[in-house]
T-cell receptor, first 111, second 113 residues
Framework: GENVEQHPSTLSVQEGDSAVIKCTYS??????FPWYKQELGKGPQLIID?????GEKKDQRIAVTLNKTAKHFSLHITETQPEDSAVYFC??????????FGTGTSLTVIP | DTEVTQTPKHLVMGMTNKKSLKCEQH?????MYWYKQKAKKPPELMFV???????INESVPSRFSPECPNSSLLNLHLHALQPEDSALYLC????????????FGPGTRLTVL
């Protein structure tokens, strides 16, 4: 089955710096890659997603890049703010509606 | 309305109790999901309903019984749970087509004593 690895598991950055989280997947049939942000006590919220026919997507301070050949995709957050502190999950979808989640990255932005 | 609602927010139950978790969405989504999430872990898929029919059961113990009464509602019936079943239970919904955003509810924090 699909296997999604996510690194790092924890990440601390100074406010204003950039943060990068990387995920790799195993199944070349995966074609949809969402990123979710989960704040304490809340459900995951989609922050950005990318499909396999696109190499990069940007939404204000957040961007995602996809390398299909290498089977990896990354989340980039620029000009980080304290409210970006949360746990971030990547996921890959290869069949039906089933998501395979990465193990999560706990991001702390230090004011 | 892009919201998935879940009730109750918190639930404490004994191992002999029967309780139900409820989930509701009004986005017209025909796929609905139950996930279990332990602390500091990603959500684990339990069940998927597609067009109100159970399409995926990830080998979940029978003490968890899902139900989809209509396209807007999803229930999870709980009976004879174990303390290790304590977790955050998340409901999500999406369009049925492959590769679609899943919208998550806030979850029900379940504690089994």
């Amino acid at each position: 089955g699909e296997n999604v690895e996510q690194h790092p598991s924890t990440l601390s950055v100074q406010e204003g710096d950039s943060a990068v989280i990387k995920c790799t997947y195993s199944d070349s049939a995966s074609n949809y890659f969402p990123w979710y942000k989960q704040e304490l006590g809340k459900g995951p919220q989609l922050i950005i997603d990318i499909r396999s026919n696109v190499g990069e997507k940007k939404d204000q301070r957040i961007a995602v890049t996809l390398n299909k050949t290498a089977k990896h995709f990354s989340l980039h957050i620029t000009e980080t703010q304290p409210e970006d502190s949360a746990v971030y999950f990547c996921a890959a979808s290869r069949r039906g509606n089933q998501f395979y989640f990465g193990t999560g990255t706990s991001l702390t932005v230090i004011p | 309305d892009t919201e998935v609602t879940q009730t109750p927010k918190h639930l404490v139950m004994g191992m002999t109790n029967k309780k139900s978790l409820k989930c509701e969405q009004h986005m017209g989504h025909r796929a609905m999901y139950w996930y279990k999430q332990k602390a500091k872990k990603p959500p684990e898929l339990m069940f998927v309903y597609s067009y109100e029919k159970l399409s995926i059961n990830e080998s979940v113990p029978s003490r968890f019984s899902p139900e989809c009464p209509n396209s807007s509602l999803l229930n999870l019936h709980l009976h004879a749970l174990q303390p290790e079943d304590s977790a955050l239970y998340l409901c999500a919904s999406s369009q049925v087509n492959r590769g679609r955003e899943q919208f998550f509810g806030p979850g029900t924090r379940l504690t089994v004593l």
